[in-house]
Structures are given as structure tokens and as C-alpha cells.
């Protein structure tokens, strides 16, 4: 059958956001007189949010005393500066283009908050592109559950069987999985903090987004 449509995970898949976090996370250790941390330290925690910022920067959990605070100061400083070194993965381009052209639809859905996801798209000058952005205070259950894909479905009026899910994160081929998607995990991205996602039984494991043309057999533009 016809793909219909290729979702994305946000960050870590479509758009490489670690710099921009990154540099949230040493704003604060920078406020509490620590040096800053490598990018390399920083990246692997990145799908996982303020809570894997936090926990690489401060080594710190959600049941800390101080977590609460920090978030908070971690997401006005991130809200600030969302877009300063945030880019499209390489070769991303040319796959939205090639999608484009072929008339497949494509849209993102992302355990990212609303109120960062959309900025970010516009700042990015994809948000009238895309077919639908679903982000992680969308439905009534994050990923991995299968609701914010399920509901992509429904406001892009798409046929789950016949969209792929692109994601870099366990959860991202567990929601894929229930809702009944062909699942693709993105090996240029983060991975989290699990460097196996051969074991995560996606359907396809692609090193390069330029991958998806070949398995979707369109050429790039």
C-alpha cells in the first residue's frame, strides 16, 4: 500500500535541539558557579527533556528538593533561546522536499511541549509544511503511548497502517508499535541513553534520513 504520510519525533530525529539545550543546561551550572559541560556529556540526555538535562548537569531526579526550581529557571531560559543553534538534521531538508514532491505527507508529533514545539517549527519555517504537529501535552498520554500518533491521525485524517513513525528513542518504536505503524529508528539521532536500538524491534534502522527514500522509493529533488 501507498505510505500515506511519515511522522517524525522532534527532537533528536527532524531537528538537532541538543546546542540550544544544551546551553540551557550551562546557563545554570554557569548561575551555580560551575564550569559547563561538553556537548558530548549534554547530547545523550537530550530526547529525555529538562529531567535528562537536569540529571546530566546537577545530577538530579524529579523527587529532588531543588528539581522543581531549576526546571522552572531551565525552560524560561530554553523558551528564550529555543532557535539560537537549533538546525534541521543533515540531509532532513532534502527528505521534506522529496516527500513534498512525491505528495506524501509528513508531520511531527513529540513529547516536546506545546509551547516549545510550535515556536520552534515557525522559527524553523516548517509549521505551514507540515500536515499536523502533535506535541506531548496534545493527548491525554504521552509516548510511549500510542495517543499522540493516534491523534495525528485524526486531525491529519490519515490511515495509521499506512504512515511510518521516525523516532530515535524506545518509546518513540513502542507508541509506533501500538498504534499500528511501520516504525523506523533514527540512528543519526540521540538514542537516548541506549545505544542498542537494534534490540528496540523497529522495523527499519537507518543511519541516514536519506534512507526513507529509498525504503518509500521516491528520489530526492
Known amino acids: 500500500m501507498r505510505t500515506e504520510a511519515v511522522l517524525f519525533d522532534l527532537d533528536g530525529t527532524l531537528a538537532d535541539t541538543a546546542p540550544d539545550l544544551g546551553a540551557s543546561a550551562n546557563h545554570l551550572r554557569a548561575q551555580a558557579g560551575l564550569p559547563p559541560l561538553p556537548l558530548s556529556a549534554l547530547r545523550p540526555h537530550t530526547s529525555s527533556g529538562v529531567r535528562g538535562m537536569l540529571g546530566a548537569a546537577f545530577g538530579l531526579t524529579p523527587d529532588a528538593p531543588e528539581y522543581a526550581g ?7 531560559h530554553y523558551a528564550d533561546n529555543l532557535c539560537v543553534n537549533t538546525r534541521l538534521f543533515e540531509q532532513m531538508d532534502e527528505v521534506l522536499d522529496a516527500l513534498d514532491g512525491a505528495g506524501i505527507r509528513w508531520g511531527i508529533v513529540t513529547n516536546k511541549r506545546r509551547q516549545y514545539t510550535e515556536p520552534l517549527m515557525a522559527a524553523l519555517q516548517l509549521h505551514e509544511r507540515a500536515c499536523c504537529i502533535i506535541s506531548g501535552d496534545s493527548a491525554p498520554r504521552p509516548k510511549p503511548a500510542p495517543d499522540p500518533l493516534l491523534l495525528a491521525c485524526e486531525v491529519a485524517r490519515l490511515d ?3 504512515c511510518l513513525y521516525v523516532g530515535d528513542d524506545l518509546r518513540d518504536i513502542q507508541a509506533g508499535h501500538a498504534a499500528g505503524m511501520v516504525t523506523v529508528a533514527a540512528g543519526w539521532g540521540y538514542l537516548g541513553t541506549d545505544s542498542t536500538p537494534e534490540n528496540w524491534q523497529a522495523h527499519h534502522l537507518f543511519q541516514q534520513p536519506r534512507e526513507l527514500l529509498v525504503l518509500l522509493g521516491i528520489e530526492a529533488c
Open 160 to 162: 495509521a497502517t499506512r
Open 70 to 76: 531549576l526546571a522552572e529557571r531551565f525552560l524560561h
